[in-house]
């Protein structure tokens, strides 16, 4: 069956440095993939997605490319901020996202100031 | 955008007893919401598929008779564990799909003593 792996936390860095969190994926065809954020208190967020081979996603300085033949989806920002600590989910779906996903197990991020 | 709530967002219920968990769309009907379960370090496990006004379809290995899913409503979906156990102790996060993504509610963390 389908599945996702990231890499685990909680990751901790300086406000203004470079961000990767890795993600990789088991599925079958050509599944959709996402980055989900979690910020505290709060649901989970669609950060970014790409639904086809070497799209690449981006939103709010985040980046991540749908690489088929390595089956990775590795988020990366160049700068992080504080605001920006959170847990971040990486996913995927065979149904463009909104009905049957898997997730990765999440990746806490803590920026300090 | 679209908000998904769920209430409460903690409980603590004694060994035995039923625990009622709501999931309500606040600005857009949902014909249709997942449940979901987190266990500590571990992926959103889908739980089942909740479709307004007819029986919820669940994911193998997950017993229906002990997670009850109401969807009453447009706005509303419960997830009602009965019989509660200090093994059904988890993370509950319920979703709904709305112009084709999905939106998360804040999660309900259950402590069974």
């Known amino acids: 069956g389908d599945s996702v792996t990231q890499m685990e936390g909680p990751v901790t860095l300086s406000e203004e440095a470079f961000l990767t969190i890795n993600c990789t994926y088991t599925?079958?065809?050509?599944?959709?993939l996402f980055w989900y954020v979690q910020y505290p208190g709060e649901g989970l967020q669609l950060l970014l997605k790409a639904t086809k081979a070497d799209d690449k996603g981006s939103n709010k300085g985040f980046e991540a490319t749908y690489r088929k033949e390595t089956t990775s989806f590795h988020l990366e920002k160049g700068s992080v901020q504080v605001s920006d600590s959170a847990v971040y989910f990486c996913?995927?779906?065979?149904?463009?996202?909104?009905?049957?996903?898997?997730f990765g197990t999440g990746t806490k991020l803590q920026v300090i100031p | 955008g679209a908000v998904v709530s769920q209430h409460p967002s903690w409980v603590i219920c004694k060994s035995g007893t039923s625990v009622k968990i709501e999931c309500r769309s606040l600005d857009f009907q949902a014909t249709t919401m997942f449940w979901y379960r987190q266990f500590p370090k571990q992926s959103l496990m889908l739980m089942a598929t909740?479709?307004?006004?007819?029986?919820?379809?669940?994911e193998q290995g997950v017993e229906k008779d002990k997670f009850l899913i109401n969807h009453a409503s447009l706005t509303l979906s419960t997830l009602t564990v009965t019989s509660a156990h200090p093994e059904d102790s988890s993370f509950y996060i319920c979703?709904?799909?709305?112009?084709?993504?999905?939106?998360f509610g804040e999660g309900s963390r259950l402590t069974v003593l």
């Open positions: 979703s709904a799909a709305y112009g084709g993504e999905l939106f």
């Open positions: 909740s479709n307004e006004g007819s029986k919820a379809t669940y």
């Open positions: 599925a079958t065809g050509y599944p959709s």
């Open positions: 996913a995927l779906s065979h149904s463009g996202g909104y009905q049957k996903v898997t």
